[in-house]
């Protein structure tokens, strides 16, 4: 009896991340666009998230995340590993979790669904900022054993089949990194674009009409905010693109990633950091 009383109290965070939150520091912004040129902000969507993911489903849209609102419960932790997220139908998100079983994995931060598995980078305990950890850090996925790929100063892992080959993006060192083959190796870059991922961070990868395109983030006057790559054989790439117009209400817009709208045309989403206030003391 205690134990359905106790998870009844328990509300789920994702039901809790659609409330609007005046004070939440990180903000999931929609943008729609009908031809991946000219964008319109649609709004705040969910509050106390981050980390974004997307994948197709039956059902629309997968989005994945780590959520911020609700710390696990003593029960989530002890039994369950989850990843968090919802599914966007074109209308509305409906909150979600996922369960996952990796006994090697220590954390499961950057989730993303690729092939029938979660993948996420599992860095050892102690490492804060994974991306600054001199530390190697593994990208695991929840259907195998041993790491996939492991380097230091390495997050934000976006897998992707293009042309019947598996790539993984990454960030590594403030860049972009690109991996592909099995076992995952990472890519000589075209000769002529080899400071084209230098800046550039937090990537995602995915596929719309037969061309690989590539998100990510990088530093645009002050603000980070999402910029659009892609390519026809995953090794010769465009020169980035921002996305625009962007409101200038927003801080930020981080962890961008994008798929084809079950309502039409494309969604959006990413993350608005707003920044501390004056007196914040980490």
């Known amino acids: 009896m205690f134990f359905h009383i106790f998870m009844s109290c328990a509300d789920h965070p994702m039901v809790l991340a659609l409330r609007p939150e005046p004070g ?3 903000v999931m912004h929609a943008f729609h666009s009908d031809d991946m040129r000219s964008w319109t902000h649609k709004g705040a969507m969910a509050y106390g998230v981050s980390s974004l993911g997307l994948d197709k489903v039956e059902e629309g849209l997968r989005i994945t995340l780590i959520q911020e609102v609700r710390p696990p419960t003593w029960w989530e932790q002890v039994w369950t590993s989850k990843v968090y997220g919802y ?6 998100l409906s909150p979600k979790d996922w369960a996952v079983h990796d006994s090697q994995a220590t954390a499961m931060i950057d989730p993303q669904f690729y092939n029938g598995a979660y993948w996420y980078i599992s860095p050892p305990k102690g490492i804060v900022d994974p991306a600054r950890s001199d530390t190697p850090i593994p990208i695991r996925n929840s259907q195998t054993e ?16 293009f042309n019947q080959e598996r ?3 990454a960030t590594q060192n403030g860049s972009v990194l690109q991996l592909s083959g099995d076992p995952l190796r990472p890519v000589d870059k075209h000769p002529g674009q080899n400071s084209l991922f230098n800046g550039t961070t937090v990537p995602f990868a995915t596929v719309i ?6 998100l990510a983030q ?20 465009s020169q980035w693109k921002p996305i625009q117009p962007m409101p ?18 494309y969604i959006l989403f990413c993350i608005n950091e707003k920044p ?7």
């Not at 530093?219 to 999402?226: I, K, S």
């Not at 501390?276 to 980490?282: E, G, H, L, Q």
Request: aromatic share 6%; net charge negative; glycine share 8%.
């Open 24 to 26: 939440a520091i990180n």
């Open 146 to 161: 041993a790491p996939l790929y492991e380097a230091p100063r390495l997050a934000d892992p976006s897998p992707v089949l």
């Open 218 to 237: 990088r530093n645009v006057n002050g603000r980070r905010l999402p910029v659009i790559s892609s390519s026809a054989d995953g090794k010769q790439w």
């Open 276 to 282: 501390p206030p004056v007196n914040f003391k980490p």
């Open 87 to 92: 599914i966007y139908d074109g209308q509305s």
């Open 167 to 169: 790539h993984v993006f």
């Open 248 to 265: 200038k209400e927003l801080h930020a817009c981080t962890s961008p990633v994008m798929g084809e709208d079950p309502a039409g045309g």
């Open 209 to 214: 009409d037969d061309t690989l395109i590539l």
